[in-house]
């Protein structure tokens, strides 16, 4: 039997001491404060410089559906999380898997259909920080100290390749600069969160080698309490730091150095359950069908029970997540080479009570360790030519380990005859795996400017990966299955876009562009199954306009969209008692749906009304659905979902946010800010499809509108802010989650938080 390591998880030397390194630098250093270098904002709604397509140009001269937030953006509506910054942007949403770094994120309704605790991390988007790919190993990276977020809409095949069949997040960090800088923050909110986080900058060789470190600490009391004797809840803690260094030893060449690393562990998954039972988990607890069953287990169900679980043994759960990666540029005037490249390392864990409920059922052990190791090399023209061109390559490889067990609790309804009912600490269901993914890719672009008013560009991209699959599936100690397993696979993926600016201020672009998802191997040896699955494609056609007006003080964009998804990989996983030995089985693999699309379209403004009152919003809808997939397993059933709208899509998302600015006296000025995003209803589980018709909650998460206040003041040093978020403690979730749970499904509640922060820059 596997223990649970009782051991508190390292809390990061490096990132500990990063953060501390930082806020004692903001306590002690002589105030000498300089603003940072970045994203210029004009006297208008505010000019922002891109790299979505690995230059630097205007974000309204980017024919591209992005939307871009600002250092100045992230700072006012306190952006700590994926879903703060998927808030502002149109048909984005997300599913919450039970921590801050366990999220699947959809744009235009393309989300990632896997399991997202297989050996290697598969996705539906790219995500890079500096143009290193982070995928393979979180999708919630450090906020803090960022100069921009890009957030790409549609395929990004040509540059941000694998994967990118929904889109890609950019993420640009603050750099290394030559003077001495930095600032200190300090929260407090609701449920006895603290947190800490500062920044600090040192030229250490003036001209040639200046070091940014950065970090954060986040400590919580969390708002979900274990009523069983034994205690607990989803209290957290979560460290996370960055240091970089900046070396020019030329006029011409930029070398940067990274080292990232991530802490996060929380008492619990932060879920409270709904009632609602499975099939096989019905039949087991409760000898009944697929229902709203559950033992009220002295908690009762959401949304009465929001703050409530009552689990007779402890859980853990957590991820950890580093990375080293370095970029260099080597400017030649007409031309530059960039060379990018790192190494990351991800370990995730759940240990402890799985069957959620005060009887000693089950409870597991999961460790999960991924690696990814990436690089490339690109050559492009600078400056604007008639030709502005760019090719490269990339390579890499991604790799996992993982190791699973369910265990018999005490009072366990599934003990093998053989046992005579004693068989507490003898596994039910195995799983270990190791698997692995070579990559390798070379693209082109080129736009060709004809004048100032139209351009044509075309790109493309050859991909090729390889995948290995070696995993082993155990029921009572019984081997169920054996794999190894090889398959690789190629694509070409081009993209061609039309631009046209009539005028200096309005740009119309059409986009017609494809994106690649590689297949793989299975890790069962089930009969419903193959023993591969097929990539899955994507053809995006977009028509697009982007426009300023009233000098520059309104900014707008609107796009409207097709999508056509092929072989849309599906994930298939359930558990059955088999009718022959009477033992729990499971079945893990992956399907390929026959096909899905998804329309829509969407717009965002930002408005200067006055120089002190900024005003933005922005509105998505989409439109998405399997066209064809007639042999959908659910639950280990077989049924017809053609038609059905995609899991992780709801039609309407919609934004607003406004601020107003107030000078005090000859220093400081007040400013007043209201957020409000309202997201439809949308599938959360594709039990919703089977389960449909005997419950829509919780499998179906309801609309929801939410608001947040701020209220602050600040100068050019000195910030204090007061907030309110979920104002109004509207009830929602974004995902529902499903394992042994005696009390049903579970579901993450949302929550009203109110704090305050005070910030120092020198």
């Keep these: 039997m596997k223990c649970i390591n009782q051991e508190k998880r ?96 959809a744009i235009r309704g393309i989300s990632n259909q896997l399991n997202p605790y297989a050996d290697v991390r598969q996705s539906s988007y790219a995500f890079y920080v500096d143009e290193f790919n982070v995928a393979a190993g979180t999708s919630n990276p450090q906020i803090v100290d960022l100069e921009r977020i890009e957030v790409l809409r549609g395929p990004q095949g040509t540059y941000f390749g694998r994967n990118a069949v929904g889109g890609a997040i950019n993420v640009i960090t603050k750099k290394p600069v030559d003077a001495f800088e930095g600032e200190l923050e300090l929260g407090y909110s609701r449920f006895d969160t603290k947190r800490a986080q500062g920044v600090i900058n040192i030229p250490v060789v003036s001209g040639l080698l200046a070091v940014r470190a950065s970090g954060q600490i986040e400590k919580s009391d969390g708002y979900i309490k274990n009523i069983n004797p034994i205690g607990g809840g989803n209290d957290s803690e979560y460290y996370t730091g960055r240091i970089q260094a900046r070396f020019t030893p030329l006029d011409n060449l930029t070398w940067d150095f990274t080292y990232n690393y991530s802490d996060e562990e929380v008492g619990m998954r932060n879920g409270v359950p709904t009632g609602f039972v499975t099939r096989t988990w019905a039949s087991v607890y409760y000898g009944a069908a697929a229902g709203t069953i559950a033992d009220e287990d002295g908690v009762g169900f959401f949304p009465d029970n929001k703050t409530r679980v009552n689990f007779n043994r402890d859980q853990r759960v957590g991820s950890k997540f580093e990375y080293f990666s370095s970029r260099a540029v080597w400017d030649f005037g007409p031309v530059a080479l960039t060379a990018v490249g790192g190494h990351l390392v991800a370990d995730v864990f759940n240990y402890g009570d799985v069957d959620g409920g005060s009887p000693d059922f089950f409870y597991e052990d999961l460790k999960l360790r991924r690696k990814s190791t990436s690089g490339e090399l690109r050559l492009q023209s600078t400056g604007t030519q008639f030709f502005d061109w760019s090719l490269g390559a990339s390579l890499g490889k991604d790799s996992g380990v993982s190791d699973q067990s369910t265990y018999h609790g005490a009072d366990s309804p599934l003990c093998p ?111 419903a199954l193959t023993n591969e699955f097929k990539p899955e494609t994507l053809w995006n056609y977009e028509l697009g306009t982007k426009f300023d007006l009233f000098d520059k003080r309104l900014r707008v964009d ?133 389960y449909k018709d005997v419950a829509g909650e919780p499998f179906e998460s309801p609309s929801y509108h939410n608001v947040n206040l701020r209220l602050g003041v600040e100068d050019d040093r000195v910030r204090a802010v007061v907030f309110v978020e979920n104002l109004f403690d509207a009830d929602y979730y974004a995902n529902a989650y499903e394992k042994a749970f005696y009390s049903g499904v579970q579901v993450e509640p949302s929550y009203r938080v109110f704090g305050v922060s005070v910030g120092y820059k020198f």
Excluded: H
């Design 417 to 527: 005859a053989a046992s005579a009912g004693n068989c507490e600490g003898l596994e039910v269901t195995g799983a270990d795996g190791a698997s692995s993914s070579r990559y390798f890719a070379i693209f082109a672009q080129g736009t060709l400017n004809f004048g100032e008013k139209f351009s044509a560009t075309a790109g493309l991209r050859y991909s090729w990966e390889k995948v290995t699959n070696i995993s082993q599936t155990r029921s009572n100690t019984v081997v169920t299955g054996n794999n190894d397993r090889v398959a690789d696979f190629e694509d070409i993926s081009p993209k061609v876009t039309l631009s046209y600016k009539p005028n200096s201020d309005w740009m119309i672009f059409a986009t017609a562009s494809r994106g690649f998802k590689s297949g793989g191997t299975q890790t069962t040896n089930s009969a």
């Design 558 to 690: 609107i796009t409207g969209f097709y999508m056509d998804w092929k072989d849309v990989q599906q994930t298939i996983r359930f558990q059955f008692i088999d009718p022959v030995s009477g033992l729990l089985r499971g079945v893990s693999g992956i399907a390929n749906a026959a096909s899905a699309e998804s329309y829509g379209v969407e717009a965002s403004f930002d408005a200067r009304i006055t120089d002190r009152w900024a005003l933005g919003g922005n509105v998505g809808f989409n439109k998405s659905k399997y066209k064809d997939y007639p042999n959908a397993l659910i639950d280990g059933m077989v049924i017809d979902i053609s038609g059905e709208q995609l899991t992780n899509a709801p039609e309407w998302t919609l934004g607003a946010q406004t601020q107003y600015t107030l000078p005090i006296g000859d220093r400081f000025e007040a400013f007043v800010r209201a957020e409000w995003n309202y997201r439809d209803a949308m599938i959360s589980n594709p039990y919703y499809y089977l």
């Design 10 to 105: 390292g809390i990061g030397r490096f990132a500990l001491g990063t953060a501390t390194a930082a806020m004692i630098g903001g306590l002690t250093a002589v105030p000498a404060y300089a603003q940072q270098a970045g994203a210029s904002e004009s006297a208008g709604a505010g000019e922002i410089v891109v790299t979505a397509q690995r230059r630097e140009q205007s974000l309204q001269d980017v024919p591209i559906a992005i939307t871009a937030l600002s250092a100045e953006t992230i700072k006012n509506q306190n952006i700590q999380s994926v879903d703060d910054y998927f808030a502002m942007t149109p048909n984005v949403s997300f599913q919450s898997n039970g921590s801050r770094d366990r999220k699947d994120l």
